[in-house]
């Protein structure tokens, strides 16, 4: 994996601890049985990965990220739900260590955008899914999300975001481009989705707008703004106070766009 654009800052793990099978992976449910053997690729915290382990128990759970410090959280959020049926490892998605054909299903959510080679990716994904499988794959399109209002420092929070994400090797207009991706790594059966997160009532401002507005201070996108030249830390003040505005808003409301794909092997 490419350098992680947004690094494991608590701005950034309250957002992938917020993540359920239930609001992420939602596409891919009603295809998992009692049984299926699954690969959740770069599980993070572990929240949606408990989900899935839940649902196709007694079949096993490989989970894997790049971060061995995340996969340790991973491991308690699975114990604290009792799960036996998952086991955690560190892999580089490029190059999974797993024989071809190992996995009956093989899930990522938010991965690819972050990869200098999501298509080599989705290859290495289809090869260890089993013949007839399914990889699912679920990505935002930053180009696609709204909010309202829009006050001063939200206008350039995007601009920032982009300069260091791909600054990093990374896509952030991930969704839109999952089929493409798809076709590219070999893969003829690809049916694609989209479905949102839409943020709005008081709470779910606030903790969005200290997610996203903090971690564009706190976090590793923050250092890669400044040491790239993409902003100064008054800019990033700047979009801060934009954010904390926006939560501040009655009005206020914000939609993430995800594209999706479910892949045949």
């Not at 902003?231 to 009655?250: N, P, V």
């Not at 995800?258 to 092997?265: D, K, M, N, Q, V």
Request: glycine letters at 10%; proline letters at 5%.
């Amino acid at each position: 994996m490419t350098r992680y654009t947004h690094g494991h800052h608590a701005t950034v793990l309250s957002s992938h601890q917020w993540r359920t099978a239930e609001n992420s992976a939602a596409h891919l449910l009603p295809h998992l049985r009692p049984g299926t053997a699954l690969l959740d690729v770069g599980c993070g915290p572990g929240t949606i990965t408990a989900g899935l382990a839940g649902r196709v128990a007694p079949g096993r759970v490989t989970a894997v990220d790049s971060a061995a410090a995340v996969l340790a959280e991973a491991e308690r959020t699975a114990a604290g739900q009792g799960l036996g049926n998952v086991e955690f490892a560190v892999a580089d998605v490029h190059a999974l260590d797993f024989p071809d054909d190992s996995f009956d299903v093989v899930h990522a959510h938010q991965v690819l955008q972050h990869l200098a080679d999501p298509v080599q990716a989705l290859r290495e994904m289809r090869r260890v899914c089993r013949p007839g499988g399914i990889v699912a794959v679920r990505e935002a399109d930053f180009g696609g999300m709204l909010w309202y209002p829009s006050p001063p420092g939200m206008d350039t929070w995007l601009p920032v975001y982009y300069k260091v994400a791909r600054g990093n090797g990374g896509e952030p207009d991930a969704g839109r481009r999952l089929v493409s991706w798809a076709r590219r790594a070999g893969f003829a059966d690809v049916t694609a989705s989209v479905s949102n997160w839409c943020y709005s009532t008081p709470e779910e401002r606030e903790w969005w707008s200290e997610s996203w507005g903090g971690r564009m201070i706190h976090s590793s996108i923050a250092e890669s703004a400044v040491s790239g030249g993409h902003a100064t830390r008054a800019d990033l003040q700047r979009i801060h106070a934009g954010w904390k505005t926006w939560a501040a808003a009655d009005d206020g409301w914000f939609a993430v766009v995800h594209g999706e794909i479910l892949c045949r092997a």
